[in-house]
């Protein structure tokens, strides 16, 4: 099937409008307040969960560093206390100061997340 001239560049045009219309699918309003997605997870070596934060996640801990781990965790669903922490620390960040940060590598830092 061919379509004329005309059509083929209004199909063209209506499938560029519809492809430049970008949705930020990381982000939602949840009664009132902006809260971020869980970007996905992946096994580590060792068949551990290896918590992933996406680069909005990284800029809400970055931009709310005097929040504890509990408040930082809160907005992000998915997220523990303790990821938040271990993200902080891994960034260079001091939020999450509400408990001391694990030691790097320490069996604390390495245990498995609570299903």
Request: proline share 4%; aromatic share 2%.
């Amino acid at each position: 099937m061919k379509l004329p001239p005309c059509q083929s560049l209004a199909l063209l045009l209506l499938l560029l409008a519809v492809a430049l219309h970008t949705i930020n699918g990381r982000t939602s309003n949840l009664n009132g307040e902006q809260v971020y997605r869980q970007a996905a997870s992946r096994t580590s070596r060792g068949g551990r969960t290896e918590v992933v934060f996406s680069s909005e996640e990284e800029s809400l801990l970055r931009g709310q560093q005097s929040d504890t781990a509990h408040m930082l965790a809160a907005r992000l669903p998915g997220k523990t206390p303790i990821d938040v922490q271990k993200r902080c620390v891994e960034l260079g960040l001091r939020c999450g100061g509400d408990v001391e940060a694990p030691i790097r590598n320490s069996e604390k830092w390495r245990k498995a997340r609570h299903e």
